[in-house]
Nanobody, 119 residues
């Protein structure tokens, strides 16, 4: 089992920044990829950004240039730096980690942290 503890959500004005953190513990030796999903009210959950153990990153188009995902393997922590936030970024953000060869849905999910961007 893997436990995830998220932090860093909150309320920010449009154009502002937030940094989300997610610390993993437990059976982390099997973890390869770490990522962040989000779910806005009335919308489907969507992958925002992901990073592999080697540091390769992937972003969804609507956050490219604004969000940066990074990880500290020594601390088993993944971060999401969010800049130039927009009201449409308002959502619950979930940290997800998984081993190779399985889908994100089959990975370990955090409890979620609310990000609210006011206009």
């Amino acid at each position: 089992q893997v436990q995830l503890v998220e932090s860093g959500g909150g309320l920010v004005q449009a154009g502002g920044s937030l940094r989300l953190s997610c610390a993993a513990s437990g059976s982390i030796f099997s973890i390869n990829a770490m990522g962040w999903y989000r779910q806005a009210p009335g919308k489907q959950r969507e992958l925002v950004a992901a990073i592999t153990s080697s540091g390769s990153t992937n972003y969804v188009d609507f956050v490219k240039g604004r969000f940066t995902i990074s990880r500290d393997n020594a601390k088993n922590t993944v971060y999401l730096q969010m800049n130039s936030l927009k009201p449409e970024d308002t959502a619950v953000y979930y940290c997800v980690v998984k081993r190779g060869g399985i889908s994100w849905d089959q990975g370990y999910w955090g409890q979620g942290t609310q990000v609210t961007v006011s206009s």
